[in-house]
């Protein structure tokens, strides 16, 4: 076994955390620039091998740190609501068309979480013979909607509508799920940020600084 197969068995549930969402939400997006930050830090974490070698193996408390940052932002949405008394409530709506029950419960806990965190959350079912037409209304009808400041289309939507469609339609400054193409385009370009970041990477990184592991890139 080489110096680099042992070190990634050692690292292999880290490697995997990191990888799985660089993979999904960046890589293919900005190649070019993510090889070359991919790398970079490869080339850190080399050049300190023996140190990372030794160091122990930390339990990271997904649940806890989620209460926690729910928490704080409760209370900065309460004090939203004390400067701006009844003038600003955040909003958060989540579109679901059909029935699939997977969506169905991830939809439920994003309105359960939106709650814990002081947010209205914005009831939006829609049935399985949904027209494109009507699906875009409604996103159309939300982003006009100066009570709800972000929306989900939850995905993969009903075969006979495009998701892309729907997509193009969300405001870009309302796209919770940063998968509109402006905000896409802006995470990949250099010293630009998209109004939202993606929850995934964005979620993964946070737990890593909360537990104080060191990050690279």
Do not use: W
């Not at 991919?38 to 339990?59: D, G, H, L």
């Not at 004090?79 to 029935?99: T, W």
Request: charged letters at 25%.
């Amino acid at each position: 076994m080489t110096d680099l197969d042992a070190f990634g068995c050692k690292f292999l549930s880290f490697s995997q955390l990191i990888l799985v969402s660089f993979i999904q939400e960046y890589f293919f997006l900005s190649m070019p620039r993510y090889c070359f930050l991919f790398f970079s830090s490869y080339s850190v974490i080399q050049e300190r091998k023996e140190e990372f070698t030794t160091m122990p193996a930390t339990i990271i408390d997904g649940k806890k740190i989620a209460e926690t940052i729910r928490s704080e932002l409760k209370l900065r949405v309460d004090a939203i609501k004390v400067q701006h008394p009844g003038a600003l409530n955040p909003g958060l709506c989540a579109i679901i068309v059909g029935g699939r029950k997977d969506s169905e419960t991830y939809v439920r806990l994003k309105h359960k979480a939106a709650e814990e965190c002081g947010f209205v959350s914005i009831p939006a079912a829609m049935p399985e013979d949904t027209t494109q037409e009507q699906l875009e209304a409604k996103i159309e009808e939300l982003n006009n909607d100066p009570q709800c400041h972000g929306i989900i289309v939850q995905l993969p939507l009903p075969s006979h509508l495009s998701e892309e469609k729907a997509i193009l339609k969300i405001n870009p400054s309302k796209d919770a799920d940063c998968l509109h193409p402006y905000n896409v385009g802006m995470m990949a370009l250099r010293g630009q940020k998209p109004t939202v970041l993606p929850c995934t990477p964005a979620g993964v990184i946070e737990l890593l600084k909360r537990s104080n592991v060191v990050i690279f890139f």
